[in-house]
């Protein structure tokens, strides 16, 4: 499995959402479940599927599909 | 967004109470507990003779929200538990959490002789203890067994920051201010 097929498992697994969802743009805020424990459980699952451990701030700025594979890339993900 | 947290006073206890009995906020504290506004009455009448214990009402731009808290503050030892809860669940972000918290620690390391804080999370609230980790305590351990609830026994998992670990991770962050009355 590549880097971005995990990252989408967990987006897909997590938020019961489908590939076109994330395609089409995926911010936390149009998300009506969307709260601060599913946002830490999304983290734990990426830091540790990708075997890293984010800062605080980035945490904090994880808001979006998008927005997040930049974060990862800080990582030194390849994805 | 204006964020305040506000003592509490005799004025919220049925609002306490209702969020207090609500199963998705009881599933994660130690006991769940059947109240009504006569053990309210006699609860803060408690509250305010003791004085271990300090609870803030979250406030946002006018609204409340929920709760965060000081509890067996231990003024020997110098420490004390806390604890919080979002009631309103348009308002359970990360970022309203995490700026509660900040400002809390703020208020606490610069306005009380506390020396450090803790946090008990049960078993099974793994996001709980991550976001711990990320608004600057360190996981201290586990008391295993330790909590027994609707006939099973729950681990308690120990998250603690002490002043000189919150005076040197707030340099790491950056938050908006909030009132703590």
Known sequence: ?79 | MNISLKRITEDDLEILMTWRMRPDISKHMMTDVKLNMDMQRKWFAKYQAEQTQIRWIVNVDGKQVGSIYLIDIDEKNKHAEIGVYIADLAYRSLKLLLTIHWNLFDWIFENTDLHRIYGLIMEGNEAMIRFNIANGHQVEGKMVDHIYKNGKYYDLNVVGLTKQRWQAFRETVSYDKCEVE
Do not use: P
Not at chain 1, 52 to 66: A, G, H, P, R
């Open chain 1, 1 to 79: 499995m590549t880097n971005i097929e995990k990252y989408n498992a967990i987006f897909i697994e997590l938020f019961d959402c489908t590939q076109q969802d994330l395609d089409g743009g995926f911010a936390f805020n149009d998300i009506e479940r969307w709260d601060s424990l599913l946002h830490m459980a999304l983290i734990g699952k990426l830091e540790e599927a990708f075997d890293i451990m984010f800062d605080t701030m980035d945490i904090l700025n994880y808001e979006s599909y998008q927005n997040g594979l930049k974060i990862l890339r800080k990582y030194g993900v390849e994805i």
